[in-house]
């Protein structure tokens, strides 16, 4: 049995601290990164997709100032978002904390290459028009607030496969 296998068999669901570091949110949740440190419980690369990570285990993930060191190349930032609501059941929560796109924050740091902004989440958003772009995995906004010179919060939850035309 896994680690990830035997957390399951313990808790109804798993909450994940994506790109946790040295400071995930607490014994209770499941820390992964990319570097091996204290706390980390499972290294990986984010941006390799699939995660080791059952499908529909999340009650939870947090991508707290992760997002915007996600390489948008070849649709990288969509199948992350995919891949985020693989791992989610249905209804539960994404959250996201990260600089706003045009923010001193995102343009300081040299390793920031994925700016958003407060109309990103529209394009996973099913009642949208813009959804229809790209078609993505399904999301629900819950809460969205965000400062053009700070950072941006996001809270979506995890809808069922909709199939919705815009006329």
């Known amino acids: 049995m896994t680690d ?11 909450r994940l601290d994506l790109g946790c570091g040295e400071n995930k949110q ?12 204290p706390g980390v419980d499972i290294v990986w690369d984010i941006e390799k997709i699939p995660w080791p990570i059952p499908d529909a285990c999340c009650l939870t993930v947090l991508a707290s ?7 948008p190349a070849h649709g990288g930032f969509l199948k992350f978002m995919d891949e985020v609501w693989r791992v989610c059941r ?9 600089p706003y796109g045009t923010s001193p924050g995102q343009l300081q740091d040299p390793s920031h290459c994925n700016a958003r902004n407060e109309i990103t989440w529209m394009y996973f958003t099913p009642d949208h028009p813009l959804w229809m772009i790209y078609k993505p995995k399904p999301w629900r906004a819950e809460s969205l607030t965000w400062n053009p010179i700070g950072n941006m919060e996001v809270l979506l ?3 069922e496969r909709v199939e919705v035309s815009h006329e």
């Open 65 to 71: 100032h992760l997002v915007e060191h996600i390489d």
């Open 157 to 159: 939850k995890k809808i």
């Open 90 to 98: 249905v209804g539960a929560q994404f959250a996201i904390s990260m």
């Open 4 to 14: 990830i296998e035997a957390l399951l068999n313990e808790r109804s669901g798993i």
């Open 26 to 37: 607490g014994p209770d949740w499941v820390g992964m990164d990319i570097r091996p440190l």
